[in-house]
């Protein structure tokens, strides 16, 4: 079975349910810290355990992050809306009750735009909601027991629910990618999905080509990268196919994604809203936000990565792909911004951080922090570059050496004498030294040995030390093979 046989006559139906922690100080009805990394059941509070007679209290800051998201993504805030309770029994969620919105979400419709393969797509969004966070069991199965860390119990979450809309594994991948750079350009989310502060789970359908009723829906779970919830979507897509085919019925369920194995696994019939008995949280008043307080957060938005991408791609003059990679992150985009502009060489600032600078980085989001050569730094060496003073290589290498030293290129030029060689005497003495040194090369070169070229660019570059003008040299070696 294969994708491409699929899709000649099914298409994949592919919605997003995206919950994204809040980097809020405190949590979202408790006065415990929050704070990922701490050691088990450290940060919790009588509200957190589900303490008798403990009563929720929001967290004003929250609310703040939650709208300006919504905002952000072109949604309607709804006022008041309404917090419920929604009944389920598991072991890490003490109360036997999640706090959370159901009919009456803060934030409904919207949609994430992006980019991919140069095309812009928009998927609209059903709702956004606010809910506490359940806590974390942790399973040592070599000893037999499991226990519970309440540390992420009444953690602040949004979730945000996409419509139907997404058709390929490639294009949920993108959609995730685009808003989990929004969450981090407002810095309301870190978006690390390897420490569960942004989880996605994928509800995955398939349907013949031409159809319009939505096919049975199943969810899959634990994905824990952008990479896996591709690999998750399109072995879903397969494995519903191969069902159909063999005239059996696909069963809506909720299915847990296993990496290692590349494959999911039931865990449990899929529950309907009816299964969690929702119903309006008692010990909270309906949320009402007034407009002027959500206008004035609507004008404190900062330029979003979309926006700030087709700003490089009309400004810059940057193609889709470029202007992406630049605004990967807040501190990326700012970097190049701050290099291209006193530069004036868009391309040479662009080309040299993607494939140098951004080299020298594990994290795009956080390796800019303490990174040197900073952008005077960098755009001062760029400028030697700009100006023929140098050649490519002499500025990489000059920038490796920055990395490690934190001095300014002008100080290790001058102390390791790496300035290029663009005097035209010096360049042509060398070229017919060069080509008088070796008679035998330059004859089979006439010959039609046109490979040889590289030859005589190599030996003058080894008489110049690595230092000639590569372009000039160029050009006076043909001027003189020719008049050899």
């Known amino acids: 079975m294969s994708l491409e046989e699929f899709s000649k006559s099914h298409e994949i139906v592919i919605g997003l349910e995206v919950h994204a922690q809040l980097t809020t100080d405190f949590k979202l009805m408790s006065p415990a810290s929050n704070r990922f990394g701490k050691s088990p059941n450290s940060s919790v509070s009588s509200v957190c355990t589900g303490m008798p007679g403990a009563l929720p209290v929001l967290n004003q800051k929250a609310i703040e992050m939650a709208v300006k998201t919504a905002l952000a993504l072109h949604c309607k805030i709804q006022s008041p809306n309404v917090f419920s309770r929604k009944h389920y029994f598991y072991p890490d969620l003490p109360k036997g009750y999640q706090i959370s919105q159901y009919d009456l979400p803060y934030a409904k419709s919207g949609r994430v735009e992006f980019y991919l393969e140069g095309q812009k797509r928009s998927v609209g969004l059903q709702r956004i909601h606010m809910e506490e966070d359940a806590g974390k069991n942790l399973h040592f199965g070599d000893q037999g027991?499991?226990?519970?860390?309440?540390?992420?119990?009444?953690?602040?979450?949004?979730?945000?629910?996409?419509?139907?809309?997404?058709?390929?594994?490639?294009?949920?991948?993108?959609?995730?990618?685009?808003l989990r750079r929004v969450l981090r350009y407002l810095e309301v989310c870190d978006g690390n999905m390897e420490e569960g502060n942004f989880r996605c789970d994928a509800n995955v359908s398939i349907r013949k080509q031409?159809?319009?009723?939505?096919?049975?829906?199943?969810?899959?779970?634990?994905?824990?990268?952008?990479?896996?919830?591709?690999r998750a979507?399109?072995?879903?897509?397969?494995?519903?196919?191969?069902?159909?085919?063999?005239?059996?019925?696909?069963?809506?369920?909720?299915?847990?994604?296993?990496?290692?194995?590349?494959?999911?696994?039931?865990?449990?019939?899929?529950?309907?809203?009816?299964?969690?008995?929702?119903?309006?949280?008692?010990?909270?008043?309906?949320?009402?936000?007034?407009?002027?307080?959500?206008?004035?957060?609507?004008?404190?938005?900062?330029?979003?990565?979309?926006?700030?991408?087709?700003?490089?791609?009309?400004?810059?003059?940057?193609?889709?792909?470029?202007?992406?990679?630049?605004?990967?992150?807040?501190?990326?985009?700012?970097?190049?911004?701050?290099?291209?502009?006193?530069?004036k060489d868009y391309s040479l600032a662009s080309n040299f951080i993607q494939t140098t600078v951004l080299a020298s980085l594990q994290d795009v989001e956080k390796g800019l922090e303490d990174f040197y050569p900073d952008a005077p730094a960098l755009t001062e060496l760029l400028q030697e570059l700009k100006q023929g003073k140098l050649s490519?290589?002499?500025?990489?290498?000059?920038?490796?050496?920055?990395?490690?030293?934190?001095?300014?290129?002008?100080?290790?030029?001058?102390?390791?004498?790496?300035?290029?060689?663009?005097?035209?005497?010096?360049?042509?003495?060398?070229?017919?030294?060069?080509?008088?040194?070796?008679?035998?090369?330059?004859?089979?070169?006439?010959?039609?040995?046109?490979?040889?070229f590289g030859f005589f660019m190599g030996q003058c570059q080894k008489e110049l030390k690595g230092k000639g003008n590569p372009a000039t040299l160029k050009a006076l070696l043909e001027e003189e093979l020719k008049q050899s």
């Open 210 to 230: 031409g159809e319009t009723r939505l096919g049975t829906r199943v969810e899959l779970k634990n994905i824990n990268s952008f990479r896996n919830l591709e």
């Open 392 to 452: 490519l290589n002499m500025a990489k290498e000059v920038f490796e050496e920055m990395k490690t030293s934190r001095q300014p290129a002008s100080k290790i030029i001058s102390e390791k004498g790496l300035s290029q060689v663009n005097d035209d005497s010096i360049l042509r003495s060398c070229v017919k030294t060069v080509i008088q040194n070796h008679p035998a090369q330059l004859e089979q070169f006439k010959a039609g040995k046109d490979k040889l």
């Open 145 to 178: 027991i499991s226990l519970v860390d309440l540390n992420r119990s009444s953690v602040p979450l949004i979730e945000i629910v996409s419509e139907p809309e997404l058709r390929s594994a490639d294009e949920a991948g993108a959609y995730l990618r685009a």
């Open 233 to 343: 979507i399109q072995n879903e897509a397969l494995r519903q196919w191969d069902l159909l085919k063999q005239d059996k019925l696909v069963v809506q369920e909720t299915r847990s994604w296993d990496a290692n194995e590349n494959l999911s696994r039931s865990m449990r019939s899929k529950e309907e809203a009816a299964d969690y008995r929702y119903f309006p949280e008692p010990d909270l008043l309906p949320l009402s936000l007034s407009d002027d307080w959500i206008e004035n957060r609507r004008k404190a938005l900062p330029e979003l990565p979309l926006d700030r991408m087709e700003r490089f791609m009309k400004d810059f003059e940057r193609s889709a792909y470029d202007a992406e990679v630049l605004t990967s992150s807040k501190q990326l985009a700012d970097y190049f911004e701050e290099i291209a502009l006193p530069l």
